[in-house]
């Protein structure tokens, strides 16, 4: 049967080339769009498991912004079950930017790395020490981005806004050490001793938020509910609550890129629909006489749905090579710029090739019906 | 005498034309059978192609009851009807009906697909029922590159190719030059000598002298039945 469904949709070529040409083109968003959203997914996935032990403890937000002392940090330690705390000041690299995606500076007590870096490792150099003052440690990406090697120069910019102007500053920092791709925000992160950053920045003993790590033996999510109460106006998330933020940001994030591709590939489901009716109407007299000689009308759903199945696969395996070749020269184009934007992991790929000959049958369905259920009298009475 | 083949009894058929009843067929009874050639004959609105189509399993009766081999068809299932039509009835039509994408031989081959032949045999049928045809060397062309007659040679091919309990024509010489006409209603012949069942429907009377008998209708009913 199978040598026959290849026959008939070979007959019109332009025609069936411009139906699968319909369904890569929507299969193809599917695997760009989808394939962002699974990059930004992991990405938070990576990123929440190397912070998964802690607590971040944020400043409560009043009207005046965001500020947070240090000292809190040692309020928060002295606190039953806290290991350990400590602050850490973030600021975007580009101090133009809005923050969103981009690389950043991180302060961070240099004896604390350890404890920050958790298992991540250094592909070159060392870590922070005690007394280092404009030295980094970058990620990954950085280090690929501007081009780095521990032991370079990299030059950093803050601002400062004073009486309606803005200075800028810009200082030279060291790079001692780079750390490994962890496919997580530390690719993106200069990481610089917390003073220096306060300094360098301008915000006097303030940090952006403090981390704390609890005893083994305590629930996060307790000991979160107690420092909210103990230490005054900050507020918590715990592991648990930061996971669910981030998702649910995350699903909205996925269900718009998601319904836009899928929307594409509907109106290529639409294009074959549009082919299959027209073939199956063609083909009258065709169907009447295959039922005349005795076809079943399984025989006969079986070939036009098999027809539409076949355009929809191969409509989906154009779309991910075109998908997956565009993937990967824009990865490559963004990679030299320091952004990675795609991920095309298998599940996306078996989802594509299930959605598109999903695609494909649903839209054979109702013309392979027609083809089924046409009276051989009538088709054949058809001159 | 044998068995009949086909036993047509009390058929019926009547047709709402508005609110106008019309009866194509009123009251047919007959039977064949086996290794008959016979024709009906008959002008355009005398219900022998209805009559076709009852036995084909194409339509069904208002009222009335067609046997073959003993098997009461118009009492069949919906679903059995497929089944019924690829092992008792080949059709041979007046237009060839070929799938024009086919070649002759795949054109055979299709039949015995639906009758689930396994591929070894329905190549043996195919070729042996094409050479019997004299199309030996004709099996690789698309209808289109075949002659009239030859199309209906291949089609003949088709209807034998399921060993069908009786084979019905439908104007089978109507699209064909005399010459060949004669060729094909020899070639029936030769087929019902060789104990098939072949029923013909036609206009030409020409055609119809040349089978054993001959049943003629007019309004639905039988004139005559001659043998």
Known sequence: ?383 | MDEPVLRVRNLTKTYMQGKIPVHALNDVSFDVEKGEFMSIVGPSGSGKSTLLSMIGLLDKPTSGSVFIDDKEITKAKESEVPKLRREKIGFVFQHFNLIPTLTAFENVDVAMRFARVPKNERKQRAVELLTQMGLADRMKHKPSELSGGEQQRTAIARALSNHPAIILADEPTGEVDTKTRDMIVNLLRKLSEEGHTILVVTHDTAVAQQTGRIITMRDGMIESDKT
């Open chain 1, 1 to 383: 049967m199978f040598d026959l469904i290849l026959r008939n949709i070979t007959q019109r070529k332009l025609r069936t080339g411009l139906s699968i040409f319909g369904i890569a083109l929507g299969i193809f968003a599917v695997i760009v769009m989808g394939g962002m959203s699974e990059h930004f997914n992991m990405t938070f996935e990576r990123s929440i498991s190397l912070t998964a032990d802690k607590i971040r403890v944020l400043p409560e937000v009043g009207l005046f912004g965001a500020s947070l002392n240090e000292s809190k940090a040692s309020e928060v330690k002295r606190i039953p079950g806290v290991s350990d705390a400590y602050g850490m000041l973030q600021s975007p690299l580009d101090p133009e930017s809005l923050g969103f995606g981009g690389d950043m500076v991180i302060g961070v007590p240099p004896e604390k790395m350890v404890s920050v870096l958790k298992d991540t490792k250094l592909t070159e150099g060392r870590s922070l020490v005690a007394g280092d003052n404009y030295r980094a440690v970058i990620g990954s990406s950085v280090a690929r981005e501007f081009n780095l090697r521990a032991g370079d120069e990299m030059e950093i910019k803050s601002k400062k806004l004073e009486r309606a102007r803005s200075i800028t500053n810009i200082r030279n920092f060291t790079v001692v050490g780079v750390m490994e791709y962890t496919g997580s925000f530390f690719d993106g992160g200069i990481i610089i001793p917390l003073d220096t950053a306060q300094k360098f920045y301008n915000r006097g003993n303030t940090v952006s938020f403090i981390l704390a790590v609890p005893d083994p033996e305590t629930d996060p999510e307790e000991l979160a509910r107690r420092i909210e109460l103990n230490v005054e106006k900050v507020k918590t998330f715990s592991p648990a609550e930061l996971k669910t933020q981030i998702e649910q940001s995350l699903i909205i994030f996925t269900l718009i890129t998601l319904s836009a591709a899928v929307l594409a590939a509907i109106i290529g489901g639409l294009s074959v629909m549009n082919t299959m009716l027209m073939s199956v109407s063609e083909r009258t007299k065709e169907f009447g006489l295959l039922k005349a000689l005795g076809a079943d009308t399984r025989d006969i759903l079986f070939m036009t749905m098999g027809e539409a199945a076949l355009m929809g696969l191969l409509g989906g395996i154009l779309g991910i090579i075109g998908g997956g070749a565009v993937v990967y020269l824009l990865n490559d184009y963004l990679a030299a710029r320091g952004t990675v934007l795609f991920t095309i992991t298998p599940r996306l790929i078996v989802i594509s090739m299930v959605f598109s000959m999903g695609l494909g049958i649903i839209s054979g369905t109702y013309p392979a019906y027609r083809a089924a259920k046409m009276s051989p009298m009538e088709a054949l009475r058809y001159e």
